[in-house]
């Protein structure tokens, strides 16, 4: 009897504690049996659907509360369908979005209830409102957008600079060391000659800068011609032999899904030669109707693809891929990637076709 009594109290004890759990949560949580009775929910629930306590505790299912949520759903069909799929597949858990009427978003979540044997008892439904959470990455969306093209603008006033005032300076300054050596002594001209060498340089790497900061190409010949020159550069540049495919310039792109791409594509190519050890990489830019695909791909170490996109920008080294990546979902573009130990790198910039301003027949007839 005395046993009994414990495992009583503890029952209730563990009842209590599930309930203040349950109550507790800022998501609205919906706990229901296999046959559909209403088993328990939490206030948070009745606010996230406006439905009253009163109308639950009437009914023993949980049929007038799904009524009234198909209700206030932009699309009740898909709703019950997946409601109606999971209790068919009753060991299965999942993830949805749903969209309500009045503009609020809803992240839904559900697990069976199961047994330590593996009877399923019932089902349990987790609602995450995620309205100001989505407005919040809209929003830091447009910020990244609006600095993208701030930075461009930024890199093509510095590039301009250089190339109007330092690169003339240098040219200049050449020009009249040149004209001073045939009334200079020939040690004194064999001096102006070094410092000619060396002015030389300068404008060289002055030019090189230019190119980094903000690329003519890009901005004069459009996307498919600037990631060309880039590729063409980096094998100059770099020990590695660079590969360049195109089937011919795409449509018109808008200015910041432009520098988007092509500042990713050379984030990619500096990655490549810092980190894989590569003797080959190929840039190739395709587009059809239904996205622009830009792929750099080598034949380096490799790595785990999936873990460094998982970490977020944690890891060192991985913050320009996680960047890369959120800056291409602004777009409602992607990154993959595709990577083993030894086996090189692929990745694949992604932006669906609708970012292009027009058609490549558009622009030809214009």
């Not at 068919?88 to 992240?107: C, F, Q, S, W």
């Amino acid at each position: 009897m005395t046993e009994w009594r414990h495992a009583e109290k503890a029952a209730r004890v563990q009842k209590t504690v599930l309930e203040a759990v349950v109550e507790a949560s800022t998501d609205g949580v919906l706990v229901v049996a296999s046959d559909g009775k209403t088993l328990a929910y939490n206030r948070r629930l009745l606010e996230i659907w406006g439905v009253t306590e009163e109308l639950i505790r009437q009914q023993q299912t949980d049929e007038r509360i799904t009524e009234i949520v198909t209700g206030k759903v932009v699309d009740p069909h898909a709703l019950l369908a997946r409601v109606k799929w999971y209790f068919a597949n009753p060991a299965e858990r999942g993830h949805d979005r749903i969209e309500l009427k009045d503009g609020r978003l809803l992240d839904r979540y559900t697990a069976p209830i199961a047994g330590t044997d593996g009877a399923v008892y019932g089902r349990v439904w987790f609602f995450h409102d995620s309205t100001e959470e989505e407005v919040a990455k809209a929003r830091l969306r447009s910020l990244a957008s609006e600095l993208t093209l701030l930075e461009e603008r930024e890199r093509r006033q510095l590039a301009t600079t250089l190339h109007d005032r330092v690169s003339q300076a240098l040219a200049l300054s050449q020009m009249k060391l040149d004209a001073l050596k045939p009334s200079l002594a020939p040690g004194a001209a064999l001096e102006v000659e070094r410092v000619n060498q060396m002015l030389e340089e300068a404008l060289a790497q002055t030019r090189n800068l230019t190119s980094d900061l903000s690329s003519p190409v890009l901005h004069q010949l459009g996307l498919s011609a600037a990631l060309q020159w880039l590729a063409d550069r980096t094998e100059e540049q770099a020990a590695i032999e660079v590969q360049f495919e195109s089937d011919g310039e795409p449509a018109s792109l808008d200015e910041e899904t432009k520098v988007l791409l092509f500042q990713a594509a050379r984030e990619l190519l500096m990655n490549t030669i810092k980190h894989a050890r590569a003797q080959h990489c190929t840039v190739a830019i395709h587009q059809d109707q239904a996205e622009l695909r830009i792929r750099v791909e080598d034949d380096g170490v490799g790595f785990d693809g999936n873990a460094i996109l998982a970490s977020n920008g944690a890891k060192r080294n991985c913050f320009g891929l996680f960047n890369i990546r959120e800056r291409l979902t602004s777009l409602g573009g992607r990154l993959e990637c595709k990577s083993a130990a030894g086996r090189g790198a692929r990745f694949a910039l992604v932006v669906p076709a609708d970012r292009c301003v027009k058609s490549k027949r558009e622009r030809k007839n214009g």
